[in-house]
């Protein structure tokens, strides 16, 4: 059974860090690319960034990038999320997920697992 | 603002087939497979359909999927009350180099 279990959210304040963890198992983690996607509170989903199977290909939605960095240690099998300078828009549910493929930008790959989520809260 | 749009509510009865649209332009739907999830808050969000009309294992025949031109569509026959969740659609956009999604459509069984 695939499960993806997400951890490292919290209560962090604007122009802070805060780095996600996803702890994947039931599948063989370094045969797929990976995503987080996130959901804003009463909002819909918003993917976030994606990583191919082997780290070579990565890619950011405009909101985050530069900000965010998404990496992947196969031999852990863990997927993660360092962000920095943290803003307000940024509180929402966090999604680790799992796609189809190796690749995270090859558009028949979709995301077929999703963790149920680890809450960030930027606020001062 | 999405960049795929999507009704934000869908109603029907017991029994009943609704669909879903989902509109999209050249750079995503136009020349890229849509795909389909079902969201029940609280719980993680589940594929429904990939790659325009194809349903994983497990997912029964009462949802389907379509796409012509830049929209594409979810089908949801012989409705039931479990069937009442948010659904939302999802693409490859070439141009911004990013995955989109639609802003989901809330379905109510009445």
């Known amino acids: 059974e695939v499960q993806l279990v997400e951890s490292g959210g919290g209560l962090v304040q604007p122009g802070r860090s805060l780095r996600l963890s996803c702890a994947a198992s039931g599948f063989t983690f370094d045969d797929y690319a990976m995503h987080w996607v996130r959901q804003a509170p009463g909002k819909g989903l918003e993917w976030v960034s994606g990583?191919?199977?082997?780290?070579?290909?990565?890619g950011y939605a405009d909101s985050v990038k530069g900000r965010f960095t998404i990496s992947r240690d196969n031999a852990k099998n863990s997927l993660y999320l360092q962000m920095n300078s943290l803003r307000a828009e940024d509180t929402a549910l966090y999604h680790c997920?799992?796609?189809?493929?190796?690749?995270?930008?090859?558009?028949?790959?979709?995301?077929?697992?999703w963790g149920r989520g680890t809450l960030v809260t930027v606020s001062s | 603002q999405s960049l795929l749009t999507q009704p934000p509510s869908a109603s029907g009865t017991p029994g009943q087939r609704v669909t879903i649209s989902c509109s999209g332009s050249s750079s995503n739907i136009g020349r890229n497979t849509v795909h389909w999830y079902q969201h029940l808050p609280g719980t993680a969000p589940k594929l429904l359909i990939f790659?325009?009309?194809q349903r994983p294992s497990g997912v029964p025949d009462q949802f389907s999927g379509s796409k012509s031109g830049t929209s594409a569509s979810l089908a949801i026959s012989g409705l039931q009350s479990e069937d009442e969740a948010d659904y939302y659609c999802?693409?490859?956009?070439?141009?911004?180099?990013?995955?989109?999604f639609g802003g989901g459509t809330k379905l109510t069984v009445l």
């Open positions: 997920v799992k796609s189809r493929g190796y690749y995270y930008d090859t558009s028949g790959y979709s995301f077929d697992y």
């Open positions: 990583i191919s199977w082997n780290s070579g290909r990565r």
């Open positions: 999802a693409a490859w956009d070439d141009s911004l180099n990013a995955w989109v």
């Open positions: 790659s325009d009309n």
